[in-house]
């Protein structure tokens, strides 16, 4: 047994306390079978966040959870505060009134109360690991180590506008060829389930032989009207199965390696990840976190396991002695712009600023890309949508248009 201290509403009071409990989670049900919505437990005796053991992170007390956009801001408006000249424990304490109710603001109530004694900001945001990822601990400690927390947190909200901002467009971009794509099916898929059908009871009162289109059109009605169940079902068995493949290590990196292969997809994924690696990895050198440090941190960013396994690899050889851009060269899939500018910045001592330029150049192409990507996409569903509706309409009419050629 142990002693646990924990703070809980109940009845829209604060409770403070210590209870004695097997581990974390006997507190959490003792505490929730009285009622009370627990904040956060902390074992008596250790700091918070050792062997994970720390205080309330799973469920707001309103509900929800903490969004990337969120965080974002949150380290934009501190970054302001901070600039502003305001001291670290204000800055914090405004925050936590202008987010007062939410989930964040819990979370900055815990880190305020830290920081207050005596807690590094860099520590005490390590608690909240799925909100606060090493990366941003890195910047946050590297730039209080160097006395220069506000520069910090401004290159840090930089970055992550700009993944958000890179983010948003790609995503955004694929909005409208989805709608038009399950337009189409639902289109198709109706008309041959409910239309068709009543047309090849009209056609087959006629007695007379149908146009080659028009017994085409039906043979592939009845067939969807017998197996239409087999859609769902597929559904329902490859959606899991390719998740499960996903999430393991092997399957992770068929599948993203995968990616890669596909023409079209594969130079837009190359540019993604080296926009995200490259601004990563350029602000945290920028923020005087050593080279090491920084490659180990920025690998996992690049969105991709393929290019993450590559730039892992890089790390090994540059802890061994070699420049980074020699171990990038010898991989096919780094781009040799990026490699070239790489060592440029090696060579000149400005590998920081060499990385910004590379982030900037695969975003404005990574723009451009979705651009010529979703202008391309749109027409062409258009055309296979107007051939397939169009196919429809004639092999419906052909019979019509014979049945009056006979009776004329």
Known sequence: MATFSYTAIKDGQQLSGEMEAADISAVQRELAGQGARVLR?????????????????????????????????????????????????????????????????????????????????????????????????????????GGMLDQA??????????????????????????????????????MMLLVVPRFAQMFSSMGQKLPIATRILIEISDVLQQTWWLMPLT???????????????????RIDSGKLKIPGLGPLVIQVSMARWCRTLGTLIGSGVPLMSALQSSAGVTGNVAVSKVVAQATSEVREGSKLATPLKQSEVIPAYVTEMISMGEESGSLDTMLGKIAEHYEREVDQLVKNLTSMLEPVMILVMGAVVGFIVMAILLPVFQMQLMAG
């Open 41 to 145: 437990v902390e074992r008596k005796g250790s700091s918070a966040g050792e062997d994970g053991k720390t205080g309330y992170k799973g469920q707001s007390l309103f509900g929800g959870r903490i969004s990337y956009k969120q965080v974002t801001s949150f380290t934009r408006q501190f970054a302001t505060l901070l600039g502003s000249s305001l001291p670290l424990v204000r800055a914090l304490s405004f925050l936590q009134e202008q987010n007062a109710g939410t989930m964040l603001g819990e979370v900055i109530t815990t880190v305020n109360s830290r920081v207050r004694e005596g807690m590094p900001l860099s520590r005490a945001l390590s608690e909240y690991p799925k909100h606060f990822d090493t990366l941003y601990i890195s910047l946050v400690a590297a730039g209080e180590a």
């Open 235 to 253: 559904l329902a068995i490859v959606i899991p199965a390719w998740k499960k493949i996903g999430s393991t290590a092997a399957g992770r990196m």
């Open 153 to 190: 947190m401004d290159r840090l909200a930089f970055m992550r506008e700009a993944q958000e901002d890179l983010r948003s467009k790609v995503s955004g971009a694929m909005i409208y060829p989805v709608i038009m794509l399950v337009a189409m099916v639902g289109a198709i898929t109706t």
